[in-house]
């Protein structure tokens, strides 16, 4: 999953950022409102953790402003203001949820991922689809029952398509989900892992795969 997080302490955002990744998310970190309204505007993400207190823009009206954008996808408050009015504030104004610091990485790793899923229409981390098991949280894919072994990449491309089941996402956006801006190839490249990808879940399930191409436009997932 691909993250924005947006916190004015540098030394605070190396440290997150490293604790994420080890958790194997991707995350892209900026260090102000700006910074942030920019890269929501440029690329897609997954979920953004946005810290309440930035030096010249308050996170409020970045929250504010990201929802007038019409961002859809979660954000999620980092604060260590636990007034409960704050709170209330905050989760009024389009927060999808607010994490008190400090924090273990291991709850935040686990709200990120369980409001990506409600978002989503999820509940579950290990995701069933007919014959095909995907867990979020082991980034393990098995057909009937029976591991699918998949790079990194094509795991992502699936992930990101399995998360938004039935809805079509562009190659852009699903570069950026991967990508999220930095250092991205081609857009074919898109092409290239979603191949490859159909090729291993065909053979895993029996010739069919649930990735259909809608030209013009990019690839879905349909059950």
């Given at each position: 999953?691909?993250?924005?997080?947006?916190?004015?302490?540098k030394?605070?955002?190396?440290?997150?950022?490293?604790?994420?990744?080890?958790?194997e998310?991707?995350?892209?970190?900026?260090?102000?409102?700006?910074?942030?309204?920019?890269?929501?505007?440029?690329?897609h993400?997954?979920?953004?953790?946005?810290?309440?207190?930035l030096?010249?823009?308050?996170g409020?009206d970045?929250?504010?402003?990201?929802?007038?954008?019409?961002v859809?996808?979660?954000?999620?408050?980092l604060?260590?203001?636990?007034d409960?009015?704050?709170k209330v504030?905050?989760?009024s104004a389009?927060?999808?949820d607010?994490v008190?610091k400090?924090?273990?990485i291991e709850?935040?790793?686990?709200?990120?991922?369980?409001?990506?899923?409600?978002?989503n229409?999820?509940v579950?981390?290990?995701?069933?689809i007919?014959?095909?098991?995907?867990?979020?949280?082991?980034?393990?894919?098995?057909?009937?029952?029976?591991?699918?072994n998949?790079?990194?990449?094509?795991?992502?491309?699936?992930?990101?398509?399995?998360?938004?089941?039935?809805r079509?996402?562009?190659?852009?956006?699903?570069?950026s989900?991967?990508y999220g801006?930095?250092?991205?190839?081609?857009?074919?490249?898109?092409d290239?892992?979603?191949?490859?990808?159909?090729?291993?879940l065909?053979?895993?399930?029996?010739?069919?795969?649930?990735?259909?191409?809608?030209y013009g436009l990019?690839?879905?997932?349909?059950?």
């Open positions: 999953m691909r993250v924005l997080l947006v916190e004015d302490d030394f605070m955002a190396q440290m997150i950022a490293a604790l994420l990744t080890k958790k998310f991707a995350v892209t970190t900026v260090h102000d409102g700006d910074a942030a309204i920019e890269a929501m505007e440029s690329y993400f997954d979920a953004v953790l946005l810290d309440l207190r030096k010249e823009t308050s409020l970045v929250l504010a402003t990201a929802r007038e954008m019409g859809k996808y979660p954000i999620l408050i604060s260590g203001d636990m409960t009015n704050t504030r905050a989760l389009g927060a999808d607010y008190t400090p924090f273990k709850e935040l790793s686990a709200r990120i991922m369980a409001v990506v899923r409600r978002v229409g999820h579950s981390t290990c995701l069933e007919g014959p095909l098991r995907i867990d979020l949280e082991q980034k393990q894919v098995l057909a009937h029952d029976a591991p699918v998949l790079t990194r990449k094509e795991y992502e491309v699936l992930e990101a398509l399995v998360l938004r089941s039935g079509t996402l562009r190659k852009d956006t699903i570069l989900l991967l801006g930095m250092d991205e190839p081609n857009p074919k490249i898109i290239v892992f979603v191949c490859k990808l159909r090729k291993k065909s053979e895993a399930l029996g010739g069919n795969c649930p990735i259909q191409t809608v990019g690839y879905t997932f349909r059950a």
